[in-house]
């Protein structure tokens, strides 16, 4: 299929108005791989699971630990909740961009409804000196319509401040899971549009998992099951348009797969990776070295620069 | 009967804001066929199905694709949600009106409790150099007293800035599948009064599909099964008054069908037609051509001039 | 019983401020029957019903009709949601005043929940150059407390700028229909008293219906069963207090029910009727009739004076 | 037990800001009884019960009978909605203290899910020049986290108008009702406490009912079953603190009850009752009459000034 | 493990804005056991329980006795609602610091979707002098979403004024049940985190209690039932970073589980304790001796100054 590619899309920075291209810019050539990629660094995970995901690595539950590693092993931003921002982002201001998440949830009701209500605002992000805002967005939840319209006015917040929004766009509920599910092809590209359609400048997915079986409940043309992992994620690259892709790895998985899947990124025109538990769950030389090594797939295999 | 036809419906331009004027008179006679008609390009799949409509022609996925079609072709305007208003427009200002769809959903969820939450708003429009409003009303739906609420503030929005209001009128819920069906003459019918009643200027109405069994469940005299799909288009047009219509194609249909729904719809009094996967699901040259043969359909069987 | 009768009520326009008393002066000496009568003409059936029912009287289907019988026939006014108001009121105004009704639903869902949300503000009827606003009230719904915190806003509004309210008390939902019913003399008073509590100038009400079966379920002295028609309006209209009553026809009745019905109210001490269906859904000349008789029987039964 | 009596309390309006102790004190000493106590009519019945409750006395369905009533037998205010307070109030300005009730609900719905919100405004009190506000709290209800929020903006409102605040402190719901019921020493005594920890100035309550066997199913120690009617009365009072209690007295009850009541409150460090149907359920002359005997009642047993 | 703990987190108050700063330090330095403690003492139970608490020493009924108590003992702070902090605090305004707590509920309705709406705002707190703000925040109830959203308002208004926000951490609801308790050290661990994630400069949490047969339905490493009573404390302590924590202490123990709880508190640098029925349902000259019992615990212990 002649699908236009991620890497053929048109210069994001070109359409963005000043105060986002500034921003934006920062993440892209001034910290972390740079050449216009985004190595993103996420501390979210103590309100989304607890303090459970600490116990593997104990010098991580102090934030200290993931601020300094994102400082010192050189990431494009670190990303994380109001509490942390303001508590220990300001020793590492200027060190590292900042990406203030706006919403979020615990992981202790059930996510068949899920939604995540704001706990912080643009304003608090531009008081903080943060370089972007994110926003989790959950399609195809039963309550998307209240997420859309909560979503309308943090994407008018970030226009009328110049502030980037990175939306992590997450397939949820009870009708995706009757889809094929949350990581199916159909859902993680779906959502990769979606983010677009509402504004993204860049979208955070999960990797598209191909599963035989489960994809036969999705939607034609994703229920014929000819695609391969390769062609799903150029696809979701695509998807995504002008705006910028990175893809997460989840729970920590063993390093062959790590890099692998960043290549795989990089080469479908993503503009690069969100690795946390992957890299902070690691003693600290253990982590600074895996990050090395990513940036180094990453720089090697870029295929679009925005 | 002796219906007023809507050929002799008031000018409508006549009662609309120097605002309004101004901007619909754009789209009716300086852009697309002309003569006061309504060619428009619907590119809201993306939020609506996901990104599965783009596979009939790959080169469908990019988003510059449907611009540039709406541009090159000569559409009366290209409508779609704040993402690809955002960074897909700007590089096609003033080569073809724009209509913003503030709200929308996926298809993800069911439809029996249909409400289309704003995701933009008439200021977003009004920054974008956008011709017109586009919102959808779910006729019906078991929440239409938040859809009408919600609208109201839409409306009032485009009364304050001089922005036409463009309401897709769509039956949905589980009440209006009772009572004859989203697509049945009585459903269309009351969709079309409905958004007049709401102050819409275009109402966008899906072709009324006659069905001697289910309209039975349609009250009266919908259930008495006596109208051609004729008369019900006619009663269709007549019931949105002094608002102008457009009928929409729905999925890709042969060139027969998309060219005698046209005219029948500009025959009865109907403003012109809203075409998009019946032509942007085709390769570019043909997509053109049917464009063409549309637009002189159009023009041959003017009946209304607003 | 020693009821204070409507026609002994005080002066209801010594009540009000200077802008709701100019306002409603001219429904009740300026136009209409005058000599402080109201005849109403509501055009909301096509939202509250949809277009069903103008095929009784296809002219009827073109806004057009209302406006000009208003106006013709000599009505106190023409009640209409905004869409009407904006694009058809206009070529009337000056001609016959406007009452804006700010809510209003279909009867696609049923109304055992019933709550009309407000579709316009009293703004808009300031802009408009409306007289009064029209609000429903659903008496003994499930949602009141919504509808009456809704209200709340309507009325401040009408205070601020002077705007009679004209409240449609309906009484509705599944608590009603366990005590008597919609219609019963139990609701409709308690509907009258619900709209003077909240703010009423004028209360449009259906007439009560006396059924000694359904009657038992209403709370005491309802259940009594010892009152007349001709009792249950007069304590329905006393039960406004110093708010005027108008009363409601209906679906179209014959002539004799129409006129007899209109000296009730007028002997009641009610201030007038308003009639719809059982005027527009006639043929112009014998439209013009029928609304010439109701005049002369408002007149010659006149019992109170606001 | 050595309980703080309410007698003992310091005074309430020496911790008032100048315009709520100037409002409360006309209240207080300048109208009604005096000598620091409230004797209050109210006439929110026909909201919260409809017309029916005028047919006992056909006289008191017009409102001007209460308001004249409360003006010539000398009470200390009246308390109504938004309705009759703009209607009728006016012909009594300066004879009688107004106190503006801003929320009300019909009894038609049951209510194990009571919320009363508001329909008129602190704002509209100042406007139509009454002394106090009166709202409606449902202490225990499901729905009660609403009305706490709701109550929040109305107690602020007070504060910034300085206008003094009246609760009616209900217990009601499917929880209060598995837990000795509305009118148990439990409830009463709670929604006491409640209403002064929400900021009331004055709290109305509802006598407390002992019921050995339903008290059972309270919390200890109410369930111990050793408490006196009038040690309950007095915990209630005392529960309320520097906050003045009146009680109520429900429907119309024999003279001898009235007046035993009356003298319980008082001496139990109340500041007065509210009497509604009690007195305007009967004709005029019986009406004046027992509102004497509740005066000097009141005086003879005042057991604390504020 | 390797944990950071508490007693290394770098100094709060040096991240804290002036105005927080200032206000934090009355509490923590100039009232209290100084030193940089915290002994608060909660007067929220007439809300939150009703008056039953009172009757194990009727004396505490009167919120005068709490206040005395709080300022002669020597507290840090006294927390409480609205209604006691006008009518009460003005008289000891200046002898001890006030938190306004600015939600709450009664525990009438079940509580497995707590929420607990605001009835007061920070603006309150600013007008009446109080040195910080308390609000209650159920971690993982179903309704968790409005909570942190509501959350985001106060904490948005204490950034703005300059307050401490001191949140009460509570795990509640169904799923909570569902996977240890709401006192399980899984949840109370999850409420630290949770809390300084969502801007607390304190967090209250109540002490976790191991219990192996429950903690089995607590994910991992939760379930794995190796931890001690103090290794759960030090967690939880250190789950909070750079917020302070103070441990509460519940329904009134005996002298010697008080006094060795306080230990365990300081040992794990912790801030404090909050102590309410444990000290005012004591008689005054037993509140009085136990309090300095646990002051002098407290300064014996300090581990971490702020």
């Given at each position: 299929?002649?699908?236009?590619?991620?890497?053929?899309?048109?210069?994001?920075?070109?359409?963005?108005?000043?105060?986002?291209?500034?921003?934006?810019?920062?993440?892209?050539?001034?910290?972390?791989?740079?050449?216009?990629?985004?190595?993103?660094?996420?501390?979210?995970?103590?309100?989304?699971?607890?303090?459970?995901?600490?116990?593997?690595?104990?010098?991580?539950?102090?934030?200290?630990?993931?601020?300094?590693?994102?400082?010192?092993?050189?990431?494009?931003?670190?990303?994380?909740?109001?509490?942390?921002?303001?508590?220990?982002?300001?020793?590492?201001?200027?060190?590292?961009?900042?990406?203030?998440?706006?919403?979020?949830?615990?992981?202790?009701?059930?996510?068949?409804?899920?939604?995540?209500?704001?706990?912080?605002?643009?304003?608090d992000a531009v008081r903080l000196g943060a370089d972007a805002i994110g926003y989790t967005m959950y399609l195809g939840s039963p309550r998307q319509g209240e997420d859309l319209h909560q979503l309308k006015t943090v994407r008018e917040d970030c226009d009328r401040y110049g502030m980037p929004l990175v939306i992590w766009a997450y397939p949820r509920g009870e009708y995706i899971e009757q889809k094929g599910g949350r990581d199916s092809f159909y859902a993680v590209d779906y959502g990769a549009r979606m983010a677009m359609e509402m504004g993204a400048d860049v979208v955070k997915l999960n990797m598209p998992k191909l599963n035989p079986e489960k994809d036969l409940d999705s939607p034609a043309p994703y229920n014929e099951g000819d695609f391969s992992q390769e062609e799903a994620i150029r696809h979701c690259v695509a998807s995504a348009g002008r705006s910028l892709v990175v893809l997460s790895g989840g729970s920590k998985a063993d390093d062959e797969k790590v890099l692998e899947q960043t290549r795989f990124v990089m080469e479908a025109g993503g503009s690069g990776v969100i690795y946390g538990r992957n890299v902070w769950q690691r003693e600290w030389s253990q982590a600074i070295e895996i990050v090395e090594q990513i940036k180094e797939i990453m720089l090697t295999h870029v295929a679009r620069i925005p």
């Open positions: 299929m002649e699908l236009t590619t991620a890497s053929e899309q048109k210069s994001l920075l070109a359409t963005l108005s000043p105060g986002k291209r500034t921003r934006l810019r920062r993440l892209l050539f001034e910290f972390g791989p740079g050449n216009g990629t985004l190595l993103l660094l996420p501390i979210d995970q103590g309100i989304e699971h607890g303090p459970r995901d600490f116990f593997a690595n104990p010098a991580s539950k102090d934030p200290e630990y993931q601020f300094r590693l994102a400082a010192e092993a050189g990431y494009s931003a670190i990303a994380c909740q109001i509490g942390l921002a303001e508590k220990y982002y300001p020793d590492y201001a200027g060190q590292v961009p900042l990406i203030l998440k706006v919403n979020g949830k615990t992981d202790v009701p059930p996510d068949d409804q899920a939604l995540s209500t704001t706990n912080a605002s643009v304003e």
